[in-house]
């Protein structure tokens, strides 16, 4: 039976889901290789990592929306 956070394990999905609730319109480019794998482990995505300029904003939104999309499906799954 799979967990109702796979692919994470709760401890994980609570990093994650945290970290989600501290990001508004900017990414911190420390933070930048864990959003995108994070993207990668939910949505299948095979792409590489952009780069942290404005012309990639919109993968960078796919990718934050992606996690808080997954993060309420998660939630109201409860």
């Not at 990668?40 to 934050?64: F, T």
Request: charge should be neutral; aromatic fraction near 14%.
């Amino acid at each position: 039976m799979d967990s109702k956070y796979h692919p994470y394990t709760e401890e994980g999905y609570n990093e994650l889901k945290l970290f989600a609730q501290g990001i508004k319109d900017y990414i911190p480019e420390d933070k930048a290789s864990y959003v995108w794998n994070n993207f990668k482990l939910i949505s299948g995505d095979k792409s590489n990592q952009p780069c942290m300029c404005g012309s990639s904003a919109k993968y960078w939104g796919l990718a934050m929306n992606t996690i808080r999309d997954f993060i309420k499906k998660v939630e109201t799954n409860v």
